[in-house]
């Protein structure tokens, strides 16, 4: 029998190619927002997606149970616009691109479209990392099989009565990202994973934005709990930061082992149950599962399962090839291009970027420990002493992303206008 290391070597690690093209993959996901303070309206959102497709160059490729669109494909780029989790979020997922301003030039489009329509109607789409109107919307999710099992599998906490879970296992139906994925090559990707699991903290001050409205957390950055405190993080090496940098890729095959197995398809049925570790899963006997429909059934573990296999975790091996970068809040529209910049321009310049963590004192100063780094810096109060530390880091930083966007020689510096401003406000404060 294959392992599950194997397997999910087989998966992440085999694409990978030994000397990659550079690429950048942009997703961006925004709240439909009502403008008058009430629930978003479903039915807009669906005829939007119906309006994109009647009146422009976009083609449907899937459908929901009612037979609207929920994602599209526009016929040119490539690119793909879709509901994401509940029809109250709008996704863009661009094509792979070789410059950021490509990206920027066909969102611009794309907004200047949908903005219009939506605005006629007192909507828009926003820049939050969290739909403001949250607690009075249509929450349940789009209706379509992934969706309603995914929904339906996070659920499960709300009868386990454990304080680890938060109150808000729907929270897939609010919550908006940004995340990028750049190509890494079979000698990068580690360092890769290594490098940017260690700047998780500075990405919290210079890029938080999903203040989780209605609640009383102190969290200018709350995206991590809904994660990690979910039935996705049931095994905390399935989501959020990594605890230790990794020395081999054994030793990182091996942590990916830990991760969780919750889902198996069996003909045209998905189906979910409670979590299993990826290690244990092909040993284990037989499984409980449940589908969306309410049939409980037990399934025989499978090695054809761990293709639709995923963690959480915030740099992710992806099976294209790429690491994605999955931490960051969907920003403000002045500010839409500076994640995928900043991750971009330090991708670039490596190896400064390694020297930088090597030389940095704030690892020292808190023991090494990542996540409780990512935890303090994602708070709405931090103390004048905290930002102290992490200020030198997070200024090197950006220096470094800027100086490799610069030998890009591409002018996508100027993406990271927004972050400098963020940390100049930061010092000001100081002062």
């Given at each position: 029998m294959t392992t599950a290391k194997e397997l999910l070597k087989q998966?992440?690690?085999?694409?990978?190619?030994?000397?990659?093209?550079?690429?950048?993959?942009?997703?961006?996901?925004?709240?439909?927002?009502?403008?008058?303070?009430?629930?978003?309206?479903?039915?807009?959102?669906?005829?939007?997606?119906?309006y994109l497709l009647d009146n422009f160059d976009f083609q449907a490729d899937k459908y929901d149970s009612d037979n609207n669109p929920i994602q599209l494909i526009d016929k040119d780029s490539g690119d793909m616009i879709l509901?994401?989790?509940?029809?109250?979020?709008?996704?863009?997922?661009?094509?792979?691109?070789?410059?950021?301003?490509?990206?920027?030039?066909?969102?611009?489009?794309?907004?200047?479209?949908?903005?219009?329509?939506?605005q006629n109607d007192n909507h828009e789409l926003q820049g939050w990392g969290v739909n403001p109107n949250w607690a009075k919307n249509d929450n349940r999710p789009v209706k379509s099989p992934r969706y309603e099992m995914l929904m339906d599998f996070l659920g499960l906490s709300?009868?386990?009565?454990?304080?680890?879970?938060?109150?808000?296992?729907?929270?897939?139906?609010?919550?908006?990202?940004?995340?990028?994925?750049?190509?890494?090559?079979?000698?990068?990707?580690?360092?890769?994973?290594?490098?940017?699991?260690?700047?998780?903290?500075?990405?919290?001050?210079?890029?938080?934005?999903?203040?989780?409205?209605g609640s009383d957390w102190d969290l200018a950055l709350s995206r991590d709990v809904f994660w990690e405190n979910s039935m996705h993080g049931v095994f905390k090496e399935n989501a959020g930061v990594?605890?230790?940098?990794?020395?081999?890729?054994?030793?990182?095959?091996?942590?990916?082992?830990?991760?969780?197995?919750?889902?198996?398809?069996?003909?045209?049925?998905t189906y979910y149950f409670e979590p299993i570790r990826a290690k244990d899963y092909l040993s284990t006997p037989s499984v409980k599962a449940r589908s969306i429909h309410g049939e409980v059934v037990t399934i025989e573990p499978s090695e054809e399962d761990f293709k639709t296999h995923r963690s959480y975790q915030f740099q992710d091996l992806t099976t294209r090839g790429t690491v994605e970068f999955r931490s960051v809040c969907t920003q403000p529209f002045s500010a839409t291009f500076a994640p995928a910049a900043f991750h971009l321009g330090l991708l670039v310049n490596l190896e400064t970027l390694e020297s930088i963590l090597k030389d940095t004192s704030l690892f020292e100063v808190f023991d090494y420990d990542y996540l409780r780094i990512r935890c303090l810096f994602s708070k709405k109060e931090?103390?004048?002493?905290?930002?102290?530390?992490?200020?030198?880091?997070?200024?090197?930083?950006?220096?470094?992303?800027?100086?490799?966007?610069?030998?890009?020689?591409?002018?996508?510096?100027?993406?990271?206008?927004?972050?400098?401003?963020?940390?100049?406000a930061l010092k000001n404060r100081l002062d």
């Open positions: 998966r992440y690690y085999e694409p990978i190619k030994e000397q990659p093209e550079l690429f950048v993959g942009i997703e961006l996901e925004y709240p439909v927002v009502n403008l008058s303070g009430n629930a978003t309206d479903v039915s807009l959102t669906k005829r939007l997606l119906a509901f994401e989790v509940s029809y109250n979020t709008i996704e863009f997922a661009f094509a792979k691109a070789e410059r950021i301003s490509e990206v920027e030039e066909r969102l611009d489009t794309y907004l200047g479209i949908i903005q219009p329509y939506l709300k009868a386990k009565n454990n304080p680890f879970f938060h109150d808000y296992p729907e929270y897939g139906s609010f919550i908006c990202g940004s995340q990028v994925q750049l190509d890494v090559s079979k000698t990068s990707y580690l360092r890769v994973l290594n490098a940017f699991n260690q700047i998780e903290g500075p990405k919290a001050v210079l890029l938080a934005n999903s203040d989780f409205w990594f605890p230790k940098v990794f020395k081999s890729e054994d030793d990182y095959f091996s942590y990916l082992s830990e991760t969780a197995i919750f889902t198996a398809k069996r003909g045209d049925e931090i103390s004048k002493d905290d930002f102290k530390l992490i200020l030198p880091l997070t200024e090197a930083l950006l220096t470094c992303a800027e100086d490799g966007l610069k030998n890009r020689g591409f002018g996508e510096e100027v993406y990271l206008a927004p972050l400098q401003e963020r940390l100049a």
